[in-house]
């Protein structure tokens, strides 16, 4: 009998994922048994400490140190991860598959649209990014950190103004009907990886890797390679403000990356086009170009402020 053990974290999000990941898995073998196992975040765990301190604590990310450590013990075959939240390098041993086909890349405002917020509106986010793209637009907004769940950080619309989540998560839930406004791309550049899957295995697991290796998209996969090495090589991480959009088209990757001051008071960006067979490459030119521009002094300040 062969078996496939899935890990990934335990929202309803998290769970949705695997599903949509496992549902060509499961009718490509019928006979392939799979079973899912949760496993605790420290991010989960505690919502009320910065993400960066819950981090640090744990020696790694807040949303993906445990998983990878039951992969690297052999509790588990496959992490299915929200490709954002994990950090640019993978622990030795371990490798990402090209991820599925990336679901709506957009962040969302929910509650009502930005023009329509008054002024002094309180606009619930977790993420610095965000933050800090929103003051860059609207500086008399007052950004509150929330942490949790989609449905929990929804939930807080009760009190807030507005919320901003990402958009493939809403569509991923079936909450795409609560949207209020999807905030466009060019202004508002997303986590690198946002809206992609992070398919995890073990480097030495040929089983695996032969089961998932018509999972994968390549043009989503030279995409998100891009916007990671650019993130990477900027020293950057989730609690940083960059956001990162790339596109392919006719063999050609393009690549859009932004940084924002915490306070949404300075703004630099570039874009540069290349080979969408050298996405790492690309992601390293833009990266550079954002240095040009200072980026260290706004990530420096960043980091210093979370």
Do not use: W
């Amino acid at each position: 009998m062969v078996e496939l053990v899935v890990g990934s974290r335990a929202s309803q999000l998290a769970r949705a994922q695997v599903r949509e990941f496992l549902a060509p898995v499961r009718e490509r073998y019928p006979d392939l048994v799979i079973r899912h196992r949760v496993i605790l975040e420290d991010g989960d765990l505690d919502r009320k400490a910065a993400l960066r301190e819950v981090s640090e604590r744990g020696g790694g990310s807040a949303f993906s140190t445990n998983q990878v450590a039951a992969l690297l013990n052999r509790e588990v075959d496959v992490i299915v991860h929200s490709l954002k939240d994990l950090p640019t390098e993978n622990p030795d041993g371990l490798i990402l598959l090209p991820p599925p086909p990336r679901e709506d890349v957009r962040d969302a405002l929910c509650g009502a649209p930005l023009a329509a917020l008054p002024t002094g509106a309180r606009v619930g986010t977790s993420a610095a990014r965000r933050i800090a793209q929103l003051l860059h637009r609207r500086p008399d907004l007052r950004p509150e950190r929330i942490r949790g769940n989609v449905p929990t950080r929804l939930a807080r619309l009760k009190t807030l103004d507005a919320v901003v989540v990402a958009a493939a998560g809403l569509r991923r839930l079936d909450r795409a009907g609560e949207i209020a406004e999807l905030l466009p791309v060019e202004l508002f550049p997303p986590s690198p990886g946002q809206g992609a899957l992070g398919i995890q295995v073990r480097e030495d697991h040929a089983l695996a890797r032969e089961l998932l290796d018509h999972t994968g998209d390549l043009t989503t996969d030279a995409e998100v390679r891009a916007e990671r090495a650019m993130l990477a090589e900027l020293h950057g991480g989730c609690s940083v403000p960059v956001g990162a959009f790339a596109t392919t088209a006719d063999g050609v990757l393009t690549l859009h990356g932004q940084v924002t001051s915490v306070d949404g008071t300075h703004q630099i960006e570039a874009r540069l086009s290349g080979p969408a067979a050298a996405p790492e490459k690309l992601g390293v030119s833009v990266a550079g170009l954002l240095l040009d521009q200072h980026a260290d002094r706004i990530l420096a300040q960043a980091r210093a402020h979370v």
